[in-house]
C-alpha cells in the first residue's frame, strides 16, 4: 500500500514538473506575443502619424509652392482660387487628423521639455497644432466663400466694387473668424518663445508681426460693407484736419467735403475750403467760452466745430454747423489728417499732381502740400485767398483716379497697413449715425470717442489758439507719477513743450497778416498758444499747479492770461485747464498735483487691481511718456501689464511712447507678514 502511494506521489511531481515548465513556455510565448503585438501597433501608430506628417508636408509645400509662384502685386485672374481650395480642405483634414492621431503623444509633451535643443518645440507642439488648425479652418472656410465670386468681373484688377462684394459675402462670418483668430491667439500666449529653437521662433514672429493686421483686418471686414454703401448708399463728411494747428479732435478744419458710396462705387467727392462752408445769413450757436475769451470767436462756425475732445460729440456738432448751410443727409463723418494723407501716397506712389511735371514722389508730398498753400502766380491777396485750398481738392482727385483707374500700381499691403496705423493712432476717425455699425466702430476704437474710465484715467487735450501753425515744430514730453493708497493716491503730472524753432524776444497774440510773399514756414515758426485741458477720472481734486513762467500775456481780445489753472468737467470727467504760452525755440514745463478718488482701485478678493489708460489725443505727435507708480509698504506686485521698465520693492517705472493709447494693469495682494 505504502509502495503504491509512493509511486503515484512521484508520478504526479513528475507531471508537476512538466505542466510547470510548460506553464513557464506558455507564459514566455504570451509575453513575447504580447510584446510583438505592442510593436507592431506602436509600428502602425508610428506609421499613421508618419502618413499624417507627410501629407501635412505635401499639402503645406504645395500652397508654398502657388504663393511663390504669384507675382509681388498679384491681379485676381492670377489667383486660381479653384487650385488652392481643395489643398485647402486637406491641409485643415489632416491637421484635424493629425491632432486626433497624436493625443496620447501630445499629452505628453509638457513633460519633454528637458529635451536638448528640441525641448521648447516639443513643450509647444500642441500649441503649434491649434494655431494652425485654427488659420487652415478659417481660410479654407472663407476661400469656399469666396470662390464662386472669383474671378471678379472686372477680373484684370482690384476695384472698391469687388471687394464690397466679396467683404459683404464673408461678412456673416466674420465672427467665427474672430473668433478662429482670438483662440489662435490664446494658442501663442501659452508658448514660451525664448525656448524655441531658432527656427520654430521664426515661424512665431512672422505670426507676431502679422497678429496686429489680421486683428484689425477682420475688425476692419466687418464693418466695411456697410461703410462701402453695400446695404444701401451712404453719404459722408469729410473734414481734412492739419495736426500742425492741433485742436481737440486733431487739427484745425481746413478743408470739408461730401463722398457718397454705393456698393463700393464712389458716386461724388466733392472738396472745399472750410471758411467757403458758412453761410452768415443764417443763425449760428455761441462757441464754446475758451473760443470767445482767447479767440474772439463770437460765433460757433463750422471750422472750430472739432472743439470737443469726444470725436462723436465734434461729429454731430460738424453736421449741424455743415447742413445749416448746405441742407441735405449726412450718414458720417470721416476725419483724415496729413498724416492719412501721407499713408495714402505710401500706399499709391508716385502721383501726377500738376500736369507736365514729373510725378510726386510719396516722400515729397508733405513739403508739396507745405509750398502750394503758400502764394504763387496769383497778382492780389483776394485771388491767392480763394484759392489757396485748390491743392488740396486736386490732390484728392489724383489719389482716387489712381485707386479706381490704375490699380495695378497700388501697394495694397503698403496702403492697408498705414491705414491701419492710423486708425490706432487716430489720425483716421470714422463715426457712423448708424447705431449698430458704429457700436462695431466704437468696439474697434476707430469712432474717436472718449474711452470709458475703468479705474485711473489721463488724458492731454491741446488746441491751438494762436492763429498758427505751430505745432509742426513742438514736441513734448509726459511724466506721470502715482503714489497709490487703498484709497485712491495723489497725482503728480509733469508736461514739457519746446518749440525747436529759433529764439524769439517776445510773443504777441495775433493774426498774422496774409500777404503774397507769406510762407508756410512762417507760420510755424510762431510761439505756440495752447488751451491744455487735462482729463482725470471724476472726483478727482486739484491740489496745487504750478504756472508757466512767461508769466502774464495779453491775448488778441485783450484780455490778460497769467496762466491759473482752472477747474471744470467734461464729459463726466474732471478737467484742469491751463493757457500755455510757449515762446519760439523755448521750453515749458508745468506741474499739476492732485488727489485721485478711490474709484482708481478695484477690489478682487484680498487682491487689489490698479488700472490707468492714457489716452492719445487725435493729431499729436507719438510724444514719450513716462508713468512712475508707488505703492504702500503693506502691498506686493503680484504682475504687471505691460512689463515695467524698471521696478523696486514698492515702485515701478515704465517708459513708453503715446502713439495710441497705453494701458498700465497692476495687481497687488497683502505682502505676507513677518515672523
Not at 510762431?526 to 472726483?539: A, D, I, K
Request: charged share 20%; hydrophobic share 45%; net charge neutral.
Amino acid at each position: 500500500m505504502s509502495i503504491g502511494w509512493c509511486v503515484i506521489f512521484r508520478l504526479s511531481r513528475s507531471n508537476g514538473i512538466v505542466t510547470d515548465r510548460n506553464t513557464a513556455f506558455t507564459r514566455k510565448r504570451s509575453i513575447a506575443l504580447v510584446i510583438g503585438l505592442i510593436g507592431v501597433a506602436l509600428l502602425s501608430y508610428a506609421g499613421l502619424l508618419a502618413r499624417d506628417v507627410l501629407r501635412l508636408r505635401d499639402e503645406v509645400q504645395a500652397l508654398q509652392a502657388f504663393a511663390a509662384a504669384l507675382p509681388a502685386r498679384p491681379q485676381p485672374a492670377q489667383i486660381d482660387l479653384k487650385s488652392v481650395q481643395p489643398r485647402l480642405t486637406a491641409l485643415r483634414d489632416d491637421l484635424a487628423a493629425f491632432k486626433s492621431h497624436a493625443g496620447p503623444l501630445l499629452a505628453l509633451t509638457p513633460l519633454l521639455g528637458w529635451l536638448p535643443q528640441i525641448g521648447g518645440d516639443v513643450r509647444a507642439a500642441p500649441a503649434l497644432l491649434d494655431m494652425a488648425w485654427e488659420a487652415a479652418d478659417a481660410a479654407e472656410r472663407a476661400v469656399n466663400m469666396i470662390a464662386p465670386l472669383w474671378p471678379p468681373a472686372d477680373n484684370d484688377r482690384f476695384s472698391l466694387e469687388a471687394m464690397t462684394r466679396i467683404l459683404q459675402v464673408l461678412q456673416p462670418a466674420m465672427d467665427s473668424f474672430d473668433r478662429n483668430l482670438d483662440r489662435a491667439e490664446a494658442a501663442r500666449r501659452s508658448i514660451d518663445t525664448a525656448a524655441l529653437s531658432p527656427r520654430v521662433k521664426s515661424v512665431i514672429d512672422r505670426y507676431d508681426a502679422a497678429y496686429p493686421a489680421l486683428s484689425a483686418g477682420l475688425q476692419a471686414a466687418a464693418v466695411a460693407p456697410q461703410l462701402l454703401g453695400a446695404d444701401r448708399p451712404r453719404t459722408y463728411l469729410l473734414l481734412l484736419q492739419n495736426e500742425d494747428e492741433l485742436r481737440a479732435t486733431g487739427g484745425f478744419i481746413s478743408a470739408a467735403g461730401l463722398l457718397t458710396l454705393d456698393a463700393g462705387r464712389i458716386v461724388t467727392l466733392t472738396m472745399e475750403d472750410a471758411y467757403a462752408v458758412d453761410d452768415f445769413s443764417r443763425p449760428y450757436p455761441d462757441p464754446p467760452a475758451p473760443l470767445l475769451d482767447l479767440m474772439g470767436a463770437t460765433l460757433w462756425v463750422f471750422r472750430d466745430t472739432n472743439w470737443s475732445p469726444d470725436f462723436p460729440t465734434a461729429a454731430r456738432q460738424a453736421i449741424e454747423l455743415y447742413t445749416l448751410a448746405r441742407p441735405g443727409q449726412i450718414d458720417g463723418v470721416i476725419a483724415l489728417n496729413q498724416n492719412v494723407i501721407q499713408a495714402v501716397a505710401d500706399g499709391l506712389g508716385a502721383l501726377d499732381v500738376n500736369p507736365g511735371q514729373p510725378p510726386l514722389p510719396p516722400a515729397a508730398l508733405r513739403d508739396y502740400l507745405h509750398r502750394a498753400w503758400a502764394p504763387a502766380g496769383q497778382t492780389s491777396v483776394a485771388e491767392w485767398y480763394v484759392q489757396r485750398k485748390e491743392f488740396i481738392g486736386r490732390v484728392m482727385q489724383t489719389m482716387l483716379h489712381r485707386l479706381l483707374n490704375d490699380p495695378r500700381q497700388v501697394d495694397w499691403r503698403a496702403l492697408g497697413g498705414g491705414l491701419q496705423t492710423a486708425l490706432a493712432q487716430r489720425d483716421l476717425m470714422i463715426w457712423a449715425d448708424d447705431p449698430h455699425l458704429n457700436a462695431r466702430l466704437a468696439a474697434a476704437g476707430w469712432d474717436g470717442s472718449l474711452a470709458p474710465v475703468d479705474g485711473d484715467y489721463l488724458m492731454i487735450v491741446d488746441s491751438n489758439v494762436g492763429f498758427n501753425k505751430a505745432n509742426a515744430a513742438v514736441r513734448e514730453s509726459i511724466e506721470y507719477a502715482v503714489t497709490i493708497a487703498p484709497d485712491g493716491g495723489v497725482a503728480r503730472l509733469t508736461l514739457t513743450y519746446t518749440q525747436t524753432g529759433q529764439p524769439i524776444d517776445a510773443c504777441r497774440h495775433e493774426l498774422i497778416p496774409y500777404t503774397l510773399d507769406l510762407t508756410y514756414d512762417q507760420l510755424v515758426q510762431q510761439c505756440y498758444w495752447n488751451y491744455r485741458r487735462v482729463l482725470v477720472p471724476s472726483g478727482a481734486a486739484l491740489l496745487d499747479a504750478s504756472r508757466p513762467s512767461i508769466g502774464p500775456v495779453r491775448l488778441i481780445t485783450g484780455r490778460v492770461a497769467d496762466g491759473a489753472t482752472a477747474v471744470g468737467t467734461e464729459l463726466d470727467r474732471a478737467s484742469f485747464n491751463t493757457l500755455v504760452v510757449v515762446p519760439r525755440g523755448a521750453s515749458i514745463s508745468g506741474t499739476l498735483r492732485y488727489a485721485l478718488p478711490g474709484s482708481i482701485i478695484t477690489p478682487d478678493g484680498a487682491a487689489r487691481t490698479y488700472r490707468l489708460r492714457v489716452q492719445k489725443q487725435s493729431g499729436a505727435g507719438p510724444w514719450p511718456l513716462t508713468v512712475r507708480l508707488s505703492w504702500p509698504a503693506g502691498w506686493r506686485l503680484l504682475d504687471s501689464e505691460p512689463p515695467p521698465s524698471g521696478a523696486a520693492a514698492q515702485s515701478a517705472v515704465y517708459d513708453r511712447t503715446l502713439d495710441q493709447d497705453q494701458v498700465f494693469t497692476l495687481r497687488f495682494a497683502p505682502a505676507p507678514a513677518d515672523h
